[in-house]
């Protein structure tokens, strides 16, 4: 199990940005896909957005493609998603999630793949 911590929520407006963070205690943080899934009140958690071990392949949902990023720095063990152009409907709590995996190129938008999960951090977009 590797501890993900998650950092960079918080109040927006409509149409504003956000940068979160995910560092993770283990290495190599270079073994593992990551991952980034939300959850609003009420709804089950949903898929985000992936990156494989490199960070050469990237997924992002259908609903955020367009604005959000995901990538990594793992030389400083942390994922990244960056939000831009926020809507009131991303407001959710935003969790990471790890896998370690054998294959460089391997992602997944599965929730039951992922093994490791952080505490999450809250979202919220204003109208």
């Known amino acids: 199990q590797v501890q993900l911590v998650e950092s960079g929520g918080g109040l927006v407006q409509a149409g504003g940005s956000l940068r979160l963070s995910c560092a993770a205690s283990?290495?190599?943080?270079?073994?593992?896909?990551m991952g980034w899934f939300r959850q609003a009140p009420g709804k089950e958690r949903e898929f985000v957005a992936a990156i494989s071990r490199s960070g050469g392949i990237t997924y992002c949902a259908d609903s955020v493609k367009d604005r959000f990023t995901i990538s990594r720095d793992n030389t400083k063990n942390t994922v990244y998603l960056q939000m831009n152009s926020l809507k009131p409907e991303d407001t959710a709590v935003y969790y990471c999630?790890?896998?370690?995996?054998?294959?460089?190129?391997?992602?997944?938008?599965?929730?039951?793949?992922?093994?490791?999960w952080g505490q999450g951090t809250q979202v919220t977009v204003s109208s």
């Open positions: 283990r290495r190599p943080f270079s073994n593992y896909a």
């Open positions: 999630a790890a896998k370690a995996t054998a294959y460089t190129d391997y992602v997944t938008q599965k929730l039951a793949d992922f093994r490791s």
